[in-house]
């Protein structure tokens, strides 16, 4: 596998240290070259330079972040935190998230899925989720090594799918007949439609691959934000993670909102209490975790793209508060792990 940092100092990437005041955020495209599957996204990094900042990332809905592109990277070396985002979603999801972290002193990287992303929706690539997490492996294998790179501190976190992928990396084993009674006996549950359209695991090699250790013992802690997928997942398998794990469930009921009682708090409650910490902060919702949305976005989107309004209820002042406190908790979470 060839690997492709571009940024001003390519083969000096970033790396970790305490945190520190004074740190901006550095921005580079991360491209991992792979004939049988090339993954592209970006890496966000602390960077003592401020000209030349840019507002990336944003459009007339998304506010977008503010980095420096291509910057120095800061001397030190940095703890690593690799993103993974939802259901047809992108490396740019939580860009507000990395950001925030690389100011504090991380480099943070995130790819976008093929299959599962905005722009690559093969059906061969969707159906395959084992790739999901073998993909932050692959992020992980490219920038471990990095003299920049701390790799004694890597951390994970996921959104939705991303949660998904984070519990499988965590050591979560996919469990086929579970999901399949499951489904028999909640017909129309959304997981469950989103496998059955997508043919995950229909075939007894893909239940196979699916259903394998899927886990990295590199990565020293996760975050699974509003994760989606926990009834495909044996409770032993759950019950048996080790590594410290921070999920938020989010209460408020939304369309595309995901039923708790299955998700967040089911594979909550199934992994032992010494390495979980379980978050449900009230009125925090499955999108929140997107970026924040614009003045116009809501009347952007009534007009072009109704049904998808919802991504944008509250996604202001709330959302930035909302997100604010959520950093600082990852944040203190991943640093309690040292």
Known sequence: MTRIFTMTAAATLIGSAALAEGYHTGLAELRIADAARPLDGFIWYPTMAEDGAERFHGNAVWEGIMAVPDAEPAEGRFPLVVLSHGMFGNAMNQSWLASALAERGYIVAAISHPGTSTWLRDADDRRALWERPRDVSRVIDAMENDPRVDASRIYMAGHSLGGFTAALLAGARYD??????????NAGELVCGIFQGWDV??????????????SDPRIDAFALFDMGGAQALSEASMG????PTLIYGAPVEELNGLDLDVQSRAIAGAMDPSVVTYLEPEGLAHFDFL???TERAIAILTEEEPEDV??????????RAEQAVITDEVEAFFASTR
């Open 176 to 185: 086929a007949a579970a999901m399949d009674g499951f489904c028999a006996d």
């Open 291 to 293: 970026g924040t949305c």
């Open 240 to 243: 048996a993670i080790a590594t």
């Open 310 to 319: 919802f991504v944008c209820i509250e996604g202001r002042e709330q959302r």
């Open 201 to 214: 695991a229909q075939t007894p090699e893909d239940r196979a691959m699916l259903s394998a250790d899927l």
